[in-house]
């Protein structure tokens, strides 16, 4: 009786045993899964822009949309923030230059990065973010901006403006909700030409 006792229990363990590892498995691939398509996305995202910069329209401006979620191997859908954010870099031939980043990370987990892709450009870098319902157009913001599909109200789109204003290039990038882009956009340039600023012309 004891041995058949102790059999079942080692029956058991061995069956704990196998599901964790089946769990733990089946959540990496899941992040490998996700990664490889959030990687995807900041790739296309980055070429995208890269081609909106290199025009030569003194205006060239383009939306994007948001997918909702990435797919994985294991639950099926994974919840993401996108950041958007810029730094100052030096190329190499010692020219200073701005780099734009574009970075995806789980919503339940916003500290880990799955993927990014950057570019280096001579255009300066202007980011235009809702705060407290006012539309704010900053060069360095500290933070960036933080695209969430899954918010009460999505910010699930944003859009890029590239113009040419006195010589200097900039590069306006716009969050917003897919159904009031328009209008974000609009207010955007309301506050560029507040700021003395040219207003966009695209």
Do not use: W
């Not at 918010?151 to 306006?172: C, D, E, M, R, W």
């Amino acid at each position: 009786m004891l041995g058949f006792t102790l059999s079942k229990l080692n029956l058991l363990i061995l069956v704990a045993a196998i599901f964790s590892i089946m769990a733990f498995f089946l959540f990496h691939l899941s992040t490998v899964t996700a990664g490889f398509e959030a990687k995807q996305l900041m790739e296309q995202y980055s070429r995208s822009a890269s081609i909106i910069i290199s025009s030569q329209n003194s205006c060239t401006s383009k939306s994007y949309f948001l997918q909702p979620y990435l797919q994985t191997a294991a639950s099926g859908k994974m919840y993401y923030l996108m950041k958007i954010s810029g730094t100052a870099v030096t190329a190499p031939s010692g020219a200073q230059q701005n780099l734009l980043i574009f970075s995806i990370r789980p919503r339940k987990d916003p500290d880990l990065i799955l993927a990014a892709d950057s570019f280096s450009t001579n255009s300066t870098i202007v980011f235009c973010d809702n705060v407290n319902g006012t539309i704010n157009c900053a060069v360095d913001p500290p933070t960036g901006v933080m695209l969430d599909p899954q918010k009460a109200l999505p910010i699930n789109a944003f859009y890029l403006v590239k113009q040419i204003s006195s010589g200097t290039s900039y590069l306006y990038v716009i969050p917003c909700n897919l159904g009031a882009c328009d209008s974000v956009k609009s207010q955007a340039n309301d506050a560029v030409i507040a700021s003395g600023g040219t207003g966009f012309r695209c």
